[in-house]
């Protein structure tokens, strides 16, 4: 081996090593451009990763508490579009009676056979109102926290809306 080969030998690896620096480096840019995140690793900046984390708990536990407020919101609206029904059928209930003031025996009869089809029609939409097994329509409650730590909280308590 001469001397030139080891001085060449030497100066490759002198340019290695910050070639190999470089590429290091570079991966470590293309990762924090693909996850947005400064630090991805205690390695990193421990203190930096470790406050991140806790940001990214805290931040998944209120992202869960407004999952439950979104179904909540579900619940009560599958009540109130099962009382709006509930208040339609009750209005045709009032008109049967009505009319069955006025009406000859025969009449009655027929509209007393339309009353209690009406009747059960509200005990099955009354039972038919809940969203993801929660019924306020059949006396149900739900809580809802607003918070991480579950001190402000919404409890939601239905009634039995049937013809009993």
């Given at each position: 081996m001469a001397l030139n080969d080891i001085t060449l030998a030497g100066g490759m690896r002198t340019n290695l090593i910050p070639l190999q620096m470089v590429s290091a480096l570079q991966s470590r840019t293309t990762q924090r451009l693909s996850t947005g995140k400064r630090v991805n690793s205690a390695v990193d900046d421990p203190a930096s990763y470790f406050a991140a984390q806790n940001h990214m708990n805290r931040a998944n536990d209120l992202s869960a508490r407004k999952d439950s407020m979104g179904e909540a919101v579900q619940t009560v609206?599958?009540?109130?579009?099962?009382?709006?029904?509930?208040?339609?059928?009750?209005?045709?209930?009032?008109?049967?009676?009505?009319?069955?003031?006025?009406?000859?025996?025969?009449?009655?009869?027929?509209l007393a056979t339309q009353f209690d089809a009406l009747r059960d029609q509200i005990d099955a939409l009354s039972g038919d109102s809940g969203y993801k097994g929660t019924n306020f329509l059949d006396g149900d409650t739900l809580t809802v926290e607003f918070n991480e730590d579950g001190s402000s909280s919404l409890t939601i308590t239905g009634f039995t809306a049937t013809v009993a």
């Open positions: 609206k599958a009540a109130l579009q099962g009382g709006d029904g509930i208040t339609k059928l009750i209005e045709q209930m009032k008109g049967l009676a009505a009319s069955g003031r006025s009406a000859s025996v025969a009449d009655r009869a027929t």
